[in-house]
């Protein structure tokens, strides 16, 4: 089974400021899709990013960015210019491409602290 | 993005009731839905997948018997609790399954907070 490890429990950061929370999964396929998901206090699941592991081309949506090194099997976020809405709980997530009917598998999450 | 209710969105029940939760994707077909847990603060784990027209498939350590599942139709998938223990309290969330191969999102609904008496 595929696992997905966020060693960073808690991150701070102060407004205006750039960010990474880092993350590292174990899988022996070779097609697959990660994602960043974040979770604001009212426990609402959003979707931040996504990465096909067939592209190299590293995923943006905005102020959010990844670092996705394949042969690593690493896959950080980076958030720039953080916002006070930024602070959250923010799941990394791994997802196989052979069985579309795969749930998401989940690493445990980072909490997002953002100061003024 | 698509959308995904959940209802109730909170419950209290006393212990060695049932309690159903719904989840519906309100503008989309979902063949397949997920049911999660997640205690706090911790992560989402896998409790099942809903296909529409077939029986639900478990994650292992997961009763069938005391989550039951039923996918009806193709916008709405029921979890119920059956005969509830203060152990079920939790936070459940599902998603819906949109799309197919690399255009494939999963969209979540809001979750529903259980707590058992």
């Known amino acids: 089974a595929q696992t997905v490890t966020q060693s960073q429990p808690e991150m701070s950061v102060q407004e205006a400021e750039t960010v990474t929370l880092s993350c590292t999964y174990d899988?022996?396929?070779?097609?697959?899709?990660l994602f960043w998901y974040k979770q604001p206090p009212s426990r609402q699941m959003i979707l931040v990013i996504r990465q096909e592991a067939y592209k190299q081309q590293n995923a943006t949506e905005n102020r959010f960015s990844v670092n996705f090194q394949k042969a690593a099997k690493s896959f950080s976020l980076k958030i720039s210019d953080s916002q006070l809405g930024d602070a959250a709980m923010y799941f990394c997530a791994y997802r196989s491409a052979w069985n579309s009917g795969y749930a998401l598998n989940f690493g445990k999450g980072t909490s997002l602290l953002v100061t003024p | 993005g698509a959308v995904v209710s959940q209802h109730p969105s909170r419950v209290i029940c006393k212990s060695g009731t049932s309690v159903k939760i719904e989840c519906r994707s309100l503008?989309?077909?979902?063949?397949?839905m997920f049911w999660y847990r997640q205690f706090p603060k911790q992560s989402l784990m896998l409790m099942a997948t809903?296909?529409?027209?077939?029986?639900?498939?478990?994650e292992q350590g997961v009763e069938k018997d005391k989550f039951l599942i039923n996918h009806a139709s193709l916008t709405l998938s029921t979890l119920t609790v059956t005969s509830a223990h203060p152990e079920d309290s939790s936070f459940y969330i599902c998603?819906?399954?949109?799309?197919?191969?690399?255009?494939?999102?999963?969209?979540f609904g809001p979750g529903t907070r259980l707590l058992v008496l």
């Open positions: 899988t022996s396929e070779s097609d697959y899709y």
């Open positions: 809903s296909n529409e027209g077939s029986k639900a498939t478990y």
């Open positions: 503008d989309f077909q979902a063949t397949t």
């Open positions: 998603s819906a399954r949109e799309g197919k191969g690399h255009q494939e999102t999963q969209y």
